[in-house]
């Protein structure tokens, strides 16, 4: 049943764009992509996909390919980036999680954007907030903790954003504030999922406590816009 649910997920930027989120989807050629002030993700139909400059000439900005990952003319360079996991809830119902502390945020807040540049820099946008719910955590009215809802694929969505500033780690707040993420899908009737950098061992860890299991590497890579 879990296969037959993620088997779309080898190319989730599609995947999500063709589902959940079609009313996102920009079209360039062959190619769909988020608006640049929502997510930098593109994405094309099947891996190693020819891209022409036709298609690729309205591009203002770099752009990132996960898991399908094309072919460009010459003067274009993707950059191979590390590999990606993907991980997906296989455990049962999740308790509601302590409401103290943990506020929902505007779609438009920029502290977003602030905390989560210092993470991954540049995947966060001013309207990324409006791809789902977001939660944060605050201290001294300062945003210090965030995760929320980033990629939709109607029957799955995708945790994200996880992120806290390093002066207030090991206090507990990336697993609370996913615990509330995943508890706000459950409700919705959907089944949370995730992508993490596949160096990155200890979240990694905290996620299979929560009852993540891996189920693919994706191949990750930007393409670099001429300059």
């Known amino acids: ?11 989730p930027v599609w995947a999500a764009l063709h589902s ?5 989807a920009h079209t360039l050629g062959e190619m769909r992509r988020y608006a640049p002030d929502v997510a930098p993700f593109c994405a094309v139909p099947e891996e190693g996909m020819f891209v022409p400059a036709t298609s690729l000439e309205y591009l203002t900005e770099d752009v990132y390919f996960v898991g399908a990952i094309p ?11 590390g590999g990606v996991t993907q991980m997906v809830y296989r455990g049962g119902p999740v308790a509601a999680p302590p409401r103290d502390g943990v506020t929902v945020l505007d779609a438009l807040d920029p502290a977003m954007q602030e905390l ?9 946008r001013a309207r990324t907030g409006t791809m789902g719910r977001y939660l944060g955590i605050h201290d001294g009215g300062r945003l210090v903790a965030l995760s929320g809802e980033r990629m939709d694929f109607g029957d799955l969505r995708e945790v994200s954003a996880v992120c806290t500033h390093h002066e207030f780690t090991g206090r507990g707040y990336a697993g609370l504030l996913v615990r509330h993420v995943m508890h706000g899908m459950q409700e919705d009737g959907v089944m949370p ?8 061992a200890r979240a990694i860890g905290l996620y299979e406590t929560l009852g993540f299991v891996r189920v693919r590497q994706l191949r990750h890579a930007k393409l670099v816009v001429p300059r």
């Open 116 to 124: 989560t540049a210092i993470a991954f820099p540049g995947y966060f």
């Open 193 to 200: 999922m995730l992508h993490v950098g596949s160096r990155n």
């Open 1 to 11: 049943m879990i296969e037959e649910m993620t088997a779309q997920l080898t190319n």
């Open 71 to 81: 072919t460009v003319p010459d003067g274009w360079r993707l950059e191979e980036l």
């Open 20 to 24: 959940g989120q079609q009313h996102l």
